[in-house]
Structure formats: C-alpha cells, structure tokens
C-alpha cells in the first residue's frame, strides 16, 4: 500500500521561501508530482520529477521560483518555493505513479496521492 505524507506547508509572507517535503512508502514509484489547489479552483500541475534520472518539469508560473527534487535514499520528494506570491496560496499535494509514461501534467493519470498541506502566503 503506497502512501504519501506531505510536510512543510504554513503561513508566510510575499517573498518568502518554504520547503515542502512529500515522504513515498509501500511501493516503487516513478514518477512524482507536486498539484496545488486554490480555495474555489480545479487542482493544478505545479512540478514533477522522474524519480530514475531526476528530470524535472514545472508549470511556467513557478519556473526560477520552485525546484523539485528527490532524495532517493529517503524516498523523499521535495519542493524548494522560493520568491513565494500570493498567488502561491494553496493546498499543495504530493502524488506519485508507479508508471514512467503519463502525461504528468493531468491529475488523473497519478495512482496515488498525500492528504494535502496548506500554504498560505499573504502580502
């Protein structure tokens, strides 16, 4: 049974960095993605990352602000957010397949998911 625990979110202003951290056990994923999303919104494709050879990929708007990465040792994913925006408030969710070839950009084509954590960013 995969699961995914997200950690990192919280409150903090325009400008400001967070680290959010996506920890993936119970089986062997592939790829992960980082979705967000906002109070009223259809969930969104932020980042992902082929976790064999760490090819990353990223919604144009956090492009120079937010790196994903991955620690393999840990099984861990992270999202570095940098720069951080209003805009940026969301409800982050960390999500993972065991499959290589998806469109990684579209929610449903990910097998698994975290619960979620919220990042508040005012200004």
């Known amino acids: 049974q995969v699961q995914l625990v997200e950690s990192g979110g919280g409150l903090v202003q325009a400008g400001d960095s967070l680290r959010l951290s996506c920890d993936a056990s119970?089986?062997?994923?592939?790829?992960m993605g980082w979705f967000r999303q906002a109070s009223g919104k259809e969930r969104e494709f932020v980042a992902a990352i082929r976790w064999n050879n760490g090819n990353t990929y990223y919604k144009d708007s956090v492009k120079g602000r937010f790196t994903i990465s991955r620690d393999n040792a840990k099984n861990t994913v992270f999202l570095q957010m940098n720069s951080l925006k209003p805009e940026d408030t969301a409800v982050y969710y960390c999500?993972?397949?065991?499959?290589?070839?998806?469109?990684?950009?579209?929610?449903?084509?990910?097998?698994?998911w975290g619960r979620g954590t919220q990042v508040i960013v005012s200004s």
């Open positions: 999500a993972a397949s065991p499959n290589v070839l998806i469109n990684f950009v579209r929610a449903s084509d990910y097998d698994y």
């Open positions: 119970g089986g062997t994923l592939r790829r």
